[in-house]
């Protein structure tokens, strides 16, 4: 396991620790900002040690109070008009039927998003989004304020690739991979220092190289090297083209590994 993530200290990007945040006032800090250093191992200890995967798949205890746990408002990006991929409507079903929760979903794509009907109970806005990136540092807080001014009860949570047990669970995948192979995260392709700065603190802390799918294609050495990319995509994307010789590539949600752990890991928010 790995010691060490180099994380952002604001309220949305810091993973300094599996509690939700209440204060979403500063979404993006600048990178100056990014100087806390997480100490994994002594996160992990407190982590179930036994050798059963599924057990090993989220770093959150079990909901043992007897408070009501929120209700989830789950941000993805979506398609034209507001499609949601099936593998994303699956997570919200699953979260429904195996851990009892409240969820309801919404996509930067839906021009016009149901209104949140839960009455008084609280809600975790939850980004679904894997790097800093616009959505995380403009659409997230825009979302958030609209939430607000409909009276909803809101927190908001950090967006998921900055989030402990998310990370160890793509540790998990990448140790999981054949000893023969390297495996190489491929993810979109960046343009804002925070992103950049975010990525080389992933690639430390994954011990794997990172790439953007236009460097990736354009790497005539990936062959030599024995790479095995792994598409950093919660689902897949028909825009995105990544080089795999020929081999059929998965998003992350098309894994049961990963689909199942991120149900136990939004599942298990208090």
């Not at 604001?10 to 979403?24: A, G, M």
């Not at 009455?119 to 607000?148: E, M, T, Y």
């Amino acid at each position: 396991m790995k010691s060490t993530f180099e994380s952002f200290s604001s309220s949305v990007l810091s993973v300094s620790s599996i509690n939700p945040f209440s204060s979403p006032e500063i979404i993006c800090s600048r990178v100056s900002r990014i100087s806390h250093h997480l100490n994994f191992n002594k996160l992990a200890e407190s982590t179930n040690t036994s050798s059963d995967v599924h057990q090993k798949l989220s770093l959150l205890p079990n909901r043992i109070n007897c408070e009501p746990p929120h209700h989830l408002h789950l941000l993805v990006h979506g398609s034209r008009g507001g499609e949601i991929h099936p593998s994303l409507l699956s997570l919200v079903d699953q979260l429904k039927r195996l851990k009892n929760r409240s969820v309801s979903i919404e996509a930067l794509t839906d021009d016009n998003p149901e209104q949140i009907d839960i009455g008084n109970r609280s809600v975790f806005l939850v980004p679904l989004f894997l790097l800093p990136g616009s959505h995380v540092c403009s659409d997230v807080p825009k979302i958030f304020q609209r939430l607000q001014e409909e009276g909803q009860n809101i927190k908001l949570f950090p967006f998921l690739g900055s989030f402990i047990p998310w990370l160890s669970l793509i540790d998990d995948l990448i140790t999981s991979q054949s000893p023969f192979v390297k495996p190489a995260l491929i993810h979109h392709p960046v343009s804002s220092d925070t992103s950049s700065v975010f990525l080389k603190s992933l690639e430390k802390f994954l011990n794997i190289p990172l790439y953007s799918w236009s460097r990736w294609n354009q790497d005539t050495d990936k062959k030599e090297k024995n790479y095995l990319p792994i598409p950093y995509l919660l689902t897949p994307n028909k825009n995105v083209e990544i080089d795999s010789k020929g081999e059929q590539l998965k998003s992350l949600l098309e894994i049961d590994i990963i689909h199942c752990g991120l149900v136990n890991i939004l599942g298990n928010l208090p």
